[in-house]
């Protein structure tokens, strides 16, 4: 597996809705991977080719915004029987896509569940019906609807999606390092193994320290992604898988009340939500508690029942400490009362330096904490593949890892991340994720605290959701 | 009033104890408008003279650092009676070096109540006692027990000493704009005025804009001022005046019990408290509510009291929006739980850009809510004296402007800013203050508010505490 293997041959048509930073990202890695012709691909975005990188790769741009009104027209002249749909915009409903797909027999893909436009913050539904909790229980109603439908993968980025496989893989490392004997291929096998080892807690711990040659401006938002949906995403409830060992059901917490029951919301915006995380490079950390896809499906992935109840599930949640221009950006975002700036920037060839640290970070087991995921660096991105940072990197391999399973696998109906072949994919996004590391920290949400005020903690089990929140 | 006015023809000697960001800055000043010769001033700094500034200018410098033990013998090797000791150190006792010299004849002059070091987080001592109200006590019985000491001028920089001034320019405007004819002269007389006017609560709201050409690193604390100090007030409780309009005391609030009782704290870090505030360039921000000795002495100056009623007292508390770098660094510090970073860096010279816009904001009068205060570039900083950038020149001005009244008015005891003659000392600081603006506001802690979440606001009165607090 290296950075010239076809990972699949794919021969029929590619329709890529969006074309922002991910979109742009994985343009070069789907036509150096997937043996696609440029001429068979057709992008849709509404703000066109703004760096003229379609252009040059000789890929057709329809410029034009997918709405309600004219997607399956739109889509209809575009796809059939056996193409492939990869969704990689906001503002567009993947629910709506999915359907589409699953009815006229075409592969798809996406990296988030996103709504049609104003759908993560609509004051006239409640927080329960704007959360990535809601949107996955409508994902996995369609999957019933369509039992035997092609290959759909939802939520396949990095996180949502690569984590889901890093969590496997640190599983297996804790297995290996605490002498226990293991080779789960089920999901029930997975969620014991991970009963088994005494995991109470998952992290996707992240802290991205990518730096722009041009400084945020005030008014401005700067990310390494997507502003809008970073923005989206973040005024939507703080939502996490809610563990089995939890004690202290949030005073602002709430369940669904329908569904899988694996995850809570908080009534509060996770871009105003911190929790304390680590990471091997920054060490101990406040990162922000935003709503992700994985932070519910990992926890149900991993829960085991004993008839109605159940008997263990881990808390998982997001632990986002993006790059410096990005908190500055939350913190004025904040002030003036979540008004998105007028202006934003994703800086791509101007920055100078940072990386991408994205794992995932198990903890509670017998060797305390360990952190498993990808160092990657700026620079190592650039001698990797073009026209990306090291954040849309990680996500855009995770896609094409992806795309090539569902070309190989194309019957399996709607899948989420945790329910792919983990080795296989890892295999295919190894090259491109600069480091893999996996690495043991006695570091837990008691070390210094009670300093210089009194807290209150529940000092009998560090794992406890409350000693990670920052109040 | 000019840049090369005497302000005061100073005879005697100084001492200068610390010579960092302020003790720089405040050299040329006292220089240029106190009429002292170089020879006729020492400084005392462990550091020593790290930019061969005092080198340059010919002032002596002692390499030593203050201690409880050393003091005593140091100064009274320097200092005699019609000297002036100048207080621009941290890990000093200000307490310490006023007794001294109250007891010596000394005039003397601080921009903050800094304690004996380690005393700001203290875990031997209850919050209530490592409190900058605490500090103000004890100055106000030393001031008892020497009721006609030499003057002695206490907090007197930008804030604490300034806004004092900024509150009472503020008042008289908003009289006059709302048709109200005043001339306080007395305390009692100021406190009934802002009670006429409605003035329901006082922030100082300052945004910091400065930004250096080299970015923060992991691991460094940036600020346009003291490091130390800083992270040091940061980790005292946060502080406020409480006022007469209140009706939610805060969860984990705390009145002190003792003394004027103009203030309460919250048993928190002020630097983990955030709340909403309004500059005129800014507009809405997140501030954080760091402890300051203006919040209390402003809150008492204004109380009116009938008998032993307080039957008005406004809010009155900081929010600090400190230069992007150091809102950078207080996450990180935060983040590693107030462990202060290994290394830190007042920028000035290579400051690129920015001012210092720092103001009062008067709210809850017939007009809304009025900020009037000092915008001042880091350019113009440069083009008026060197050795400063913008927030230390609306510091170091405010001294010698302090120093001045001290030398003309000799035997005043122990004074805090809301006890000097406002127009005398605005008139000598402001050449130096950039542009003062008044700009009127109907902004109000309730815009935008509950969206995209409820929130527990209380919509009666948009002035109320509860509503200012980012929670
Ligand atoms: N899972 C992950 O790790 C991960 C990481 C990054 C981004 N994402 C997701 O990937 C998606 C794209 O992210 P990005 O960083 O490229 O965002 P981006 O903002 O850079 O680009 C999104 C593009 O979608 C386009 N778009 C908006 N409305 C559209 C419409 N109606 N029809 C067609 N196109 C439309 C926009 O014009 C924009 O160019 C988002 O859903 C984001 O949440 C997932
Ligand atoms: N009121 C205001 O507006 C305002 C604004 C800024 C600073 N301040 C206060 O001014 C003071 C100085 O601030 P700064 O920015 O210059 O700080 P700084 O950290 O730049 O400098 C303080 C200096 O004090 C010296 N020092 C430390 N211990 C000492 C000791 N034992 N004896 C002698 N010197 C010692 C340090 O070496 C350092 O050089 C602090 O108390 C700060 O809180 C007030």
Redesign the interface.
Known sequence: MGVSTTYAAFPGRIVMVGFGSIGQGVLPLILRHLAVPAERITIIEPRNDPTGEAHALGVKLLSLALTPDNYVATLDGLLGPGDFLVNVSFDVSSLALIEFCQQRGVLYVDTCIEPWPGG??D?GVS?SERSNYAFREAALALRRAHPKGPTAIVNHGANPGLVSHFTKRALLDIAQATGVNAQPESREEWARLAMQLGVKVIHVAERD?Q?AAE??L?GEFVNTWSVEAFVGEG?Q?AELGWGSHERHFPADGARHGYGCDAAIYL???GA?TRV?SWTPL?????GFLITHGESISIADFLTVREGDQVRYRPTVHYAY?PC?AA??SL??L??????LQPRWRIPREDLIGGRDELGVLLMGHGRGAYWYGSQLSIEETRRLVPYNNATSLQVTISIVAAMAWAIRHPEQGIREPDELDFRAILAMCEPYLGKLAGVYTDWTPL???N????EDLDLDDPWQFKNFR?T
């Open positions: 993560h913050t004051p927080p320290t730096l400084r945020k005030p005024c409830p009534n509060r915006p105003a304390r920054e060490g101990p950390y406040h400490h410096d908190v500055l913190h004025e904040a002030g003036k009362n979540w008004q070390q210094n605290r300093w210089p005020f009194p920052v």
